[in-house]
Structures are given as C-alpha cells and as structure tokens.
C-alpha cells in the first residue's frame, strides 16, 4: 500500500509549474476509462512471458542435470570396477545392479552404492540378484542400526559359509538379535564371526547359536562374548580325551569315550550328545559334584558366568528363526514416509529417463570438448585479430576510468530509476481510477501527480551516484589531501607539544639543581664525620693487632719449646736416645730422643761449657712474636706466664745463667 502523506511529505512540489501539470493531470484523468483493463492485460502479458522464460530455464536446468547425473553414474562405476578389479564383461552386469539398487531407492547416492557392492562382491563372490540383495540389506542395516556394511557382511557371510544360510536369512538373524538387544555391548557381529565354527561343530544351526546368547543374556550374563567363549570350551574339552573330562563324564554317569566319539563326528551325533550331557548336568542334585563336572566341561567360564546362566542357554529357547522375513518387515517401516515416496519416484525418473537422455547427450559433450582441444591453435589464431582490437579498446577504456566510470555510473542509475519510475506510474494511474469517487483522496494523488517529480528524483539518483563513484575512482587523490591536511595538523600540534616539553624541562632542571646542593651538603658532612670514624677504628685495630702478634709470637714459642721437651722416644728415625747425656754429636743432621728435664745447647754454648765458662750472671732478652692466639685447651693468662717464665729459666740456664 502506497503511503500518499507520506509521499507528500517527502516530495518538494515545485510551485513555478505545478499548476500548469495539474492541469494536465486532469485532462489525462478524463482518458483514464479503461487503464485498469490495459494495465491487467499488460501484466498477463508480462506474467506469459515469464513463464516462458521460467520454462525455458528449467528445461536447461533438466538437461544440465541429466549429463550431471550421468556423470555421477560414470564415475560411480568406475569405483566399482576399480574396486572390484571386474572385466568390462562383468561391469554390464554389475552396473545393471547399482542403477536397480539406486532405482529402488536404497544408498545415500550411486558412489554410496558402488562402494558398498565392491565390498560386498569382494567378501562374497557374489553377482546378479544375489548381489543386489545383500548390497541392499547391508545398506538397510546401516541405515537402522548403525552397522557399516563391511562388518555386517562379514558376519552374514561367516553364517552362510558355516551353517549353509541363505544371505537373507542371515542378515534377518542379525536384525533380530538386535531387536531383542544382543548388541548392547557392540560385539554381536564380532561373536558372531568368532564363535559361528563352534557352534556348527557342536551341530547347532544358526538359530541356535542365537538362542543361546539370547538365554545367556535373558539369566544375567553381561556379556554375549562369555556365553560364546563358555561354549567355544566346551566344544574343545568334550573331545579332548583328558582325565579331567574323562572324571567329568563319570560324574555326570556317561560313558566318556562314547561321548567323544560323538561330539567329535559332528552333526546330529554331536546334538544327540549334546542334550544327553545337558540333561546329565541338569539332573545332579548334589552341587559340589555338578560345580567338578560344570568346570572340567567348561573351564573357568563356568565359574565367571555362573552354573545358572550355562544351564539356561544349554536349554535353548527358539526366538529366533531366519526364514522370518526381518528385514522385508524393517524396509517397509524404515522407508514408509511420503519423502522417501517421493525420492523414489525422483530416483526411478533419474534412472528411467534422465540418465538415458544423459548417455545420448554426454558422447556429443565430449566429441565437442575433445574438438576444441584439438583445434584450440586454429581458435587462438581466428580470435586474436578480434581479441587485439578489443584489447585496445579496453586499453582506452581503463585509461580513462576515472572518467568514464562516474559518468557511466549516473547514467546506467538514472536509466535504472526512470524504468523504474516509468513502471510505477501506469500503477498510480490505476489506482487513481479505482479511488475516483474519493475526492479527498484523489485531491491529494492529483497534487503528487501533477507536481511530477519524477524527473527531479531520476536526475537526483543519477548525480549521488556519478558523484559516489567519482568519489570511489579518485579515493587515491582524496586520501592524498586529507593526508596533507593531517600532516599540517599534527606539525602545529608537534610545535605545541615541544613548546610545553621545553619549559617543563626547565623547571625541572631547576629543582633537580637545587635538590643536588642539599645532597652535596648532606654529602660533605657525613663524610667528615665517617672519616673521623675510620680513623679512630684504623687507630684502635693497630693497637690490637700490635698486642695480639706479640701473645701469638709467645704461644709459638711455648708450643715449640713445649714439642723439643716431649718425652716421647719412640721414633723409629732417631740416631740415638741418650738418657745418660751425649758429650758430642757426631755428624750434622743428627736425630735425638730428648727426655723430660735434659738440655740441649747450642754448638756456643756447648764450647763454653767444656770450657767452664758457665759462671757469672747474664741478663738476656728475648721478643716472642704470637701470629696467631689458641686457647684451645682452656688455659688462663696466669698459667701461660708461669709457662713462658719456665721456659725463660730454662734458657738462662742452658746458657749459664742463673
């Protein structure tokens, strides 16, 4: 709905014409009969018309889509035969099978399908309708229970191999024993594909086996793989002919050689043993005996699984039955919605009628691609003329862009609005007729009309768009002035900055000058006051040390004098010991052991006193230097002066003193 207030709101009426268009307006409104009509014909017209060309587009679409399609379908088979390693012989066959399985709606696309029967055919051998089937429940039972068709096949093909099953009954087996829960643990197919010979040489068919992981579950085991292992050892123990077994077999009152004999011959012997052992085991009443018999038969899964849980699958329920159709049942379900209906019938059309038509129209694509590949030179050459004059026009064109885009620009704008414009009116003018009997309402289109100011809005289109283009062409030149602009902003702002930093400088060069007078004042003082310190230190550390080299020189002298008195005599290296004195050594270098109370003089001394000159008083003195103080020994200054005053008498009378 066109919001006249609005639009007169907005529009600037130009009052120096306005009343001459008014007059106009109303003449054209008196023709006016009948444009409704007109304007209803028009738009069938235009409606026709786009169809056509809708129809036109979808029928290209179409035949792009069956050359797409049959490309796919192309490419598909050779994954197949890639895969496979199948001759061109046996590709007719097996792409007949992918374009039915696809047709039957089964496989998320043709490289879906071709991969999932490589890997059937691969494990199987399989071909024709056999193939087809098993593809297509392979693809069933992933798409319901997550299986990937590798390992799906893998197990169906075990039960076929080893019991002799069709490939649909097997994959029913598989779907029924994941309905009633036998995956739980993830490992159906694997103990399936492990345990099916045991089974088969037990006699038991595929049914049985998965009656007997369903009976071992329904008693407790949490785990089908123990009820496969329990019984995978019972098919070994029975024939092995050892004591254990033996004493087992004598427990349960049965002949232990006929029993092997039997399980060891297979088939319907070994299922007659089979039930006779069951039945045995069943019906000791003492447990102790039945528990030596349970474990001899199945080993340590008797005792893990539990005797209860064996005896229960030994009996073997019948809930399963392959020849149910399982997995017709689950197509019906899975697929039965009105867009797999509907994808159906799209895909039989693809396969029925696209893909033909894709298979005429792909050789021609390629004659024709593999045509210009060939004469590409010949092309080159034809269009290089061509190419160099469009080539300078173009260069003209770009050489001159930022004149000719803004201008070009506004005009294609100013086309565009006038279209636009032109368009709109003959639906105002509609509208002006239905609303004739409207008078205020048509006063007011009347005024919009005959203002006209569609040429002044075409024209202002143009110009904002010439004008933001050139603007766009020459951004460069603009970014350049701004620039400038801001290059002579930030040189003012820098003056300013450096004006400011300076004084800021000054001042605190002024306060930092000041600061260091005090410190240098602070400074000198302390420094006469430190140095009148080390000084008195300097004086009294002279004095101690002075005092204490002259005790460590006394100590040294005591410590020697008190080693040259020591009474021991025991050194192995000595010359002599001479408790009853030694009148005169005899060679330099003379080793002595010196007792306590003896003298030893110097060679002086000694001539002095052969001599008798041992008389008189003399007087000596003797400096003893102390390096280093030791009271190691908790001595007083008493005992070490009566100690040096021994010694000093000890020197004036080895010399003659008195």
Same mark, same amino acid.
């Given at each position: 709905?066109?919001?006249?207030?609005?639009?007169?709101?907005?529009?600037?009426?130009?009052?120096?014409?306005?009343?001459? &268009?008014?007059?106009? $307006?109303?003449?054209?409104?008196?023709?006016?009969?009948?444009?409704?009509?007109? *304007?209803?014909?028009?738009?069938?017209?235009?409606?026709?018309?786009?169809?056509?060309?809708?129809?036109?587009?979808?029928? #290209?679409?179409?035949?792009?889509?069956?050359?797409?399609?049959?490309?796919?379908?192309?490419?598909?088979? /050779?994954?197949?035969?890639?895969?496979?390693?199948?001759?061109?012989?046996?590709?007719?066959? *097996?792409?007949?099978?992918?374009? !039915?399985?696809?047709?039957?709606?089964?496989?998320?696309?043709?490289?879906?399908?071709?991969?999932?029967?490589?890997?059937?055919?691969? &494990?199987?051998?399989?071909?024709?309708?056999?193939?087809?089937?098993?593809?297509?429940?392979?693809?069933?039972?992933?798409?319901?229970?997550?299986?990937?068709?590798?390992?799906?096949?893998?197990?169906?093909?075990?039960?076929?191999?080893?019991?002799?099953?069709?490939?649909?009954?097997?994959?029913?087996?598989?779907?029924?024993?994941?309905?009633?829960?036998?995956?739980?643990?993830? /490992?159906?197919?694997?103990?399936?594909?492990?345990?099916?010979?045991?089974?088969?040489? @037990?006699?038991?068919?595929?049914?049985?086996?998965?009656? +007997?992981?369903?009976?071992?579950?329904?008693?407790?085991?949490?785990?089908?793989?123990? +009820?496969?292992?329990? $019984?995978?050892?019972?098919?070994?123990?029975?024939?092995?002919?050892?004591?254990?077994?033996?004493?087992?077999?004598?427990?349960?009152?049965? !002949?232990?050689?006929?029993?092997?004999?039997?399980?060891?011959?297979?088939?319907?012997?070994?299922?007659?043993?089979?039930?006779?052992?069951?039945?045995?085991?069943?019906?000791?009443?003492?447990?102790?005996?039945?528990?030596?018999?349970?474990?001899? @038969?199945?080993?340590?899964?008797?005792?893990?699984?539990?005797?209860?849980?064996? *005896?229960?699958?030994?009996?073997?329920?019948?809930?399963?039955?392959?020849?149910?159709?399982?997995?017709?049942?689950?197509?019906?379900?899975?697929?039965?919605?009105?867009? !797999?209906?509907?994808?159906?019938?799209?895909?039989?059309?693809?396969?029925?009628?696209?893909?033909?038509?894709?298979?005429?129209?792909?050789?021609?694509?390629?004659?024709?691609?593999?045509?210009?590949?060939? !004469?590409?030179?010949?092309? &080159?050459?034809?269009?290089?003329?061509?190419?160099?004059?469009?080539?300078?026009?173009?260069? $003209?064109?770009?050489?001159?862009?930022?004149?000719?885009?803004?201008?070009?620009?506004?005009?294609?704008?100013?086309?565009?609005?006038?279209?636009?414009?032109?368009? +709109?009116?003959?639906?105002?003018?509609?509208?002006?007729?239905?609303?004739?009997?409207?008078?205020?309402? &048509?006063?007011?289109?009347?005024?919009?009309? #005959?203002?006209?100011?569609?040429?002044?809005?075409?024209?202002?289109?143009?110009? *904002?768009?010439?004008?933001?283009?050139?603007?766009y062409m020459n951004w460069d030149t603009v970014k350049q002035k701004c620039e400038e602009l801001f290059a002579k902003i930030s040189e003012a702002w820098e003056n300013i900055k450096t004006a400011i930093s300076t004084k800021v400088e000054e001042i605190k060069t002024a306060i930092n000058n000041k600061i260091q007078d005090f410190k240098n004042a602070g400074k000198a003082i302390f420094t006469g006051v430190w140095d009148g310190i080390k000084e008195v230190w300097e004086n009294l550390k002279g004095w101690v040390?002075?005092?204490?080299?002259?005790?460590?020189?006394?100590?040294?002298?005591?410590?020697?004098?008190?080693?040259?008195?020591?009474?021991?005599?025991?050194?192995?290296?000595?010359?002599?010991?001479?408790?009853?004195?030694?009148?005169?050594?005899?060679?330099?270098? =003379?080793?002595? +052991?010196?007792?306590?109370?003896?003298?030893?003089?110097?060679?002086?001394?000694?001539?002095? =006193?052969?001599?008798?000159?041992?008389?008189?008083?003399?007087?000596?003195?003797?400096?003893?230097?102390?390096?280093?103080?030791?009271?190691?020994?908790?001595?007083?200054?008493?005992?070490?002066?009566?100690?040096?005053?021994?010694?000093?008498?000890?020197?004036?009378? #080895?010399?003659?003193?008195?």
């Open positions: 709905m066109i919001d006249l207030g609005a639009l007169l709101a907005r529009i600037q009426v130009d009052s120096g014409d306005s009343t001459q &268009q008014l007059e106009n $307006f109303s003449g054209k409104v008196e023709n006016a009969d009948g444009k409704s009509v007109g *304007l209803k014909d028009a738009l069938k017209k235009l409606a026709a018309g786009f169809a056509i060309g809708a129809a036109i587009k979808k029928t #290209a679409d179409a035949v792009v889509d069956c050359v797409k399609k049959t490309d796919e379908l192309k490419q598909s088979f /050779n994954t197949l035969q890639t895969q496979t390693g199948a001759t061109d012989a046996e590709m007719e066959g *097996l792409e007949q099978s992918l374009k !039915n399985i696809y047709a039957n709606n089964y496989g998320e696309s043709f490289e879906d399908i071709a991969t999932a029967m490589a890997e059937v055919k691969n &494990q199987t051998g399989l071909a024709g309708d056999a193939l087809e089937t098993m593809t297509e429940n392979a693809i069933i039972l992933r798409d319901t229970f997550g299986y990937e068709v590798q390992e799906s096949t893998r197990a169906a093909d075990m039960m076929m191999k080893q019991f002799g099953i069709t490939s649909e009954e097997a994959f029913n087996l598989i779907a029924q024993g994941s309905q009633y829960g036998l995956d739980k643990n993830g /490992n159906l197919l694997d103990s399936i594909n492990e345990y099916s010979v045991h089974f088969e040489q @037990l006699g038991f068919s595929a049914e049985d086996m998965f009656n +007997v992981f369903h009976d071992g579950a329904m008693e407790g085991v949490f785990d089908i793989d123990k +009820v496969g292992d329990a $019984f995978k050892e019972f098919g070994i123990r029975v024939k092995d002919g050892s004591d254990t077994t033996n004493e087992a077999f004598s427990i349960l009152g049965l !002949n232990a050689q006929e029993m092997q004999d039997k399980f060891s011959q297979g088939g319907e012997s070994a299922q007659e043993a089979y039930w006779k052992v069951t039945e045995a085991l069943n019906s000791i009443d003492d447990p102790v005996q039945r528990n030596i018999a349970g474990v001899n @038969l199945f080993g340590t899964m008797w005792e893990d699984v539990g005797d209860k849980a064996i *005896l229960g699958a030994m009996e073997m329920s019948d809930y399963f039955n392959g020849t149910v159709d399982t997995m017709n049942q689950i197509k019906e379900i899975k697929y039965d919605s009105l867009g !797999n209906a509907f994808q159906g019938v799209g895909r039989q059309m693809e396969v029925g009628l696209m893909i033909p038509l894709g298979e005429k129209l792909l050789p021609k694509l390629n004659e024709f691609a593999n045509y210009i590949q060939e !004469n590409m030179p010949s092309i &080159q050459e034809t269009f290089q003329g061509i190419m160099d004059n469009v080539g300078a026009a173009i260069t $003209f064109v770009t050489d001159n862009l930022n004149i000719i885009i803004p201008i070009l620009a506004g005009a294609v704008a100013g086309f565009v609005a006038f279209n636009v414009i032109n368009t +709109v009116i003959p639906l105002f003018t509609a509208v002006q007729t239905a609303i004739t009997g409207t008078t205020t309402v &048509q006063a007011a289109l009347n005024a919009v009309m #005959a203002a006209n100011p569609f040429g002044l809005i075409v024209t202002a289109i143009g110009a *904002l768009v010439a004008a933001g283009v050139a603007l040390d002075e005092k204490v080299t002259w005790l460590t020189d006394k100590l040294a002298f005591w410590k020697k004098s008190k080693s040259e008195m020591s009474d021991d005599d025991s050194d192995d290296e000595s010359d002599g010991s001479h408790r009853n004195g030694l009148s005169y050594v005899p060679f330099d270098g =003379y080793n002595a +052991v010196l007792h306590r109370k003896e003298m030893v003089l110097t060679a002086a001394e000694a001539d002095r =006193y052969r001599n008798g000159e041992n008389g008189g008083n003399k007087t000596e003195n003797f400096t003893v230097n102390i390096a280093k103080v030791e009271n190691s020994n908790g001595r007083t200054t008493g005992d070490l002066m009566r100690e040096m005053e021994f010694y000093r008498k000890s020197k004036k009378l #080895a010399t003659g003193g008195a």
